[in-house]
């Protein structure tokens, strides 16, 4: 029997949210099941086609830095824990879906680059210029398609 000092840290859902972020996170998860059943019933080009379609509706809304951080950070982490593929184009599915419900303009891009392995293809969604979804890679990248303003 270990005391209570000894417990090795908890390593679940709890010590990746703050408080305040476990509403962006079920947000995420909700979103990202969403996507997934959209990828596993639609071929790419049909996804594609929806990403790039113009969103319904007026778009009044904006997205402040602290909400565009909070929602980058819940699809980044949560789609690091599903137990399915949850890569870019599902990310980028899923906060289009999640920012076209808050009224939010988006732009998606698709890009692509060269290595050693051959070449990567990438999708990326940005608010006001701030990549939402994408991470790091979207620097290495050269975007071959652009929508503007979602």
């Known amino acids: 029997m270990t005391a209570p000092g000894d417990r090795p840290p908890r390593r679940g859902w709890r010590r990746v949210f703050e408080p305040g972020e476990l509403r962006a996170a079920l947000d995420a998860f909700r979103y990202l099941a969403r996507a997934r059943i959209l990828h596993a019933r639609f071929p790419a080009s049909r996804l594609i086609e929806r990403l790039r379609a113009p969103a319904d509706g007026p778009r009044p809304a904006r997205l402040d830095a602290d909400s565009r951080e909070r929602m980058r950070r819940a699809l980044m982490a949560v789609s690091r824990r ?49 990549v939402v979804t994408g991470g ?9 398609m652009e929508t503007n303003g979602g």
């Open 82 to 130: 599903m137990p399915w593929r949850s890569d870019c184009m599902i990310q980028s599915l899923a906060a289009r879906m999640w920012l076209d419900r808050l009224g939010v303009p988006c732009a998606f891009r698709l890009g692509a680059a060269g290595g050693p392995e051959g070449i990567a293809a990438h999708a990326w969604i940005e608010v006001d210029g701030h």
């Open 136 to 144: 790091r890679a979207v620097g290495r990248m050269a975007a071959f």
